[in-house]
């Protein structure tokens, strides 16, 4: 399978040259071998037991390699870490180390390698990395706080949407015919819950159970729902379902092998909106997950549509459409050093779905709509965010599964299609 360009590839590189040792985190198959192996040098691949047995016995062999080393799967040896914090100590030039793992590990370094190690997230293809067009319009110019003029076209419609939400963004997942897509992601799961889980120390015994509390969570994405509901939701008739505990300890499992992919509540370190609420958004670190946990295709996600076949606001596409703009706007964030997160008032009476929040602590507004156009009250919520922040928004946006990027005249809002939202 031919190698596709990533947003992070230049700016890998970029670190490369001024750091010593990169952590690439992210779940099983989002393609971090295939991008840290084009920069490496030297490879040691740490699923394997001889390399295991190698790196236990000689623990000074990474520093006789050249360099860049890329360790793969540095949670199966988990002492390795360590290796590499002693080597960046003995010899701290740019460009030294790649760590890859899909997972972070139970039994953990003795040290966090902070000031020596620095971590970067890979997350699944955003929409603009899979050949559907050329963005027009950049995350980077948005953050800028000029304001830019707005230009470009998609014909991308909601059904195409729908098909890349269930598609999704693994590399080789998405070269998968649509026939054989549900049998892929079983595996993937099946793969997951039968080997990865165990390897962290967490057994599951009951793997149906889990799936079900998955298939849960699932059902939660783009919400702020509370884990006793999700729990509750996942064996509604099950007086024998697994205690709270065990769902939590399932949770935590799932976050450090990157599954679950929450979006956190928004700080506001200035303290300028008043009170809001600290709960993170639910999603899976793949939209295509949710949708396969919860048996819904590319047709039935827009089944429940208005009469002109489009999806009606609250659908499932509406939450699965916000978790694959979510996941777009994380890579380029990534990339543009940029946090993201949500907004929600504690009452609910207000809520901006993505803030993309600059190192000087000024922020982007993201509205995300799953129809093609926007309502009156589709902007009443960002307006409200520039009238309490001021000169420290520095755009608002509105993403939607419309044909054309543009601003409003009224109120220079920006209204781009998802197609067209780039790094």
């Excluded at 799936?211 to 849960?216: D, G, K, M, Y």
Aim: with cysteine.
């Amino acid at each position: 399978m031919d190698y596709v360009p990533r947003l992070l590839d230049p700016y890998l590189a970029d670190m490369l040259t001024a750091l010593p040792a990169i952590a690439i985190d992210g779940a099983k198959g989002v393609g971090k071998t295939a991008t840290a192996s084009r920069l490496a040098k030297s490879v040691i691949e740490l699923d394997s037991a001889a390399e295991i047995q190698a790196s236990r016995e000689d623990p000074s062999r990474i520093r006789r390699l050249d360099r860049p080393v890329l360790i793969d799967e540095w949670q199966y040896y988990p002492p390795i870490w360590d290796h590499v914090r002693r080597a960046v100590d003995a010899n701290p030039a740019p460009g030294g180390y790649l760590l890859t793992g899909s997972a972070v590990p139970g039994e953990s370094p003795k040290h966090s390698g902070a000031g020596r190690i620095v971590h970067v997230r890979m997350r699944p293809f955003s929409l603009a990395e899979r050949g559907l067009g050329a963005p027009t319009v950049s995350l980077a110019g948005l953050l800028s706080g000029e304001r830019p003029d707005l230009a470009g076209s998609t014909a991308l419609t909601a059904a195409d949407y729908a098909a890349e939400i269930t598609r999704g963004g693994l590399p080789a997942l998405r070269a998968v015919p649509e026939r054989f897509r549900r049998a892929a992601w079983d595996g993937y799961l099946d793969e997951v819950l039968n080997r990865d889980l165990p390897e962290l120390g967490r057994p599951v015994r009951r793997r149906e159970t889990l799936r079900a509390w998955l298939r849960s969570y699932a059902g939660a994405t783009s919400t702020v729902a509370n884990y006793t509901d999700i729990l509750d939701n996942a064996a509604p008739q099950d007086a024998d379902k697994p205690a709270k505990a065990t769902a939590l300890a399932w949770r935590e499992a799932l976050l450090r092998m990157w599954l679950l992919d929450p979006l956190p509540a928004w700080d506001d370190p200035q303290h300028l909106v008043g009170r809001l609420a600290t709960t993170a958004k639910h999603h899976l670190a793949d939209p295509a997950l949710a949708a396969h946990l919860l048996g819904v295709t590319e047709g039935s996600l827009l089944l429940k549509a208005n009469p002109d076949g489009r999806p009606r606001p609250g659908t499932l596409f509406g939450a699965l459409f916000e978790s694959l703009v979510a996941l777009s706007v994380r890579v380029s964030a990534e990339v543009a050093g940029c946090s993201v997160s949500h907004l929600r008032s504690r009452n609910g009476d207000h809520e901006v779905d993505l803030l993309v929040t600059r190192p000087d602590g000024k922020v982007l507004a993201i509205e995300v709509k799953s129809a093609p156009e926007i309502a009156p009250g589709d902007v009443s919520d960002l307006r409200w965010l520039a009238g309490v922040l001021g000169d420290g928004l520095l755009d608002a946006v509105i993403v939607t599964t419309g044909p054309a990027a543009f601003r409003r005249g009224e109120d220079g809002i920006a209204v781009v299609p998802a197609a067209l939202l780039g790094p």
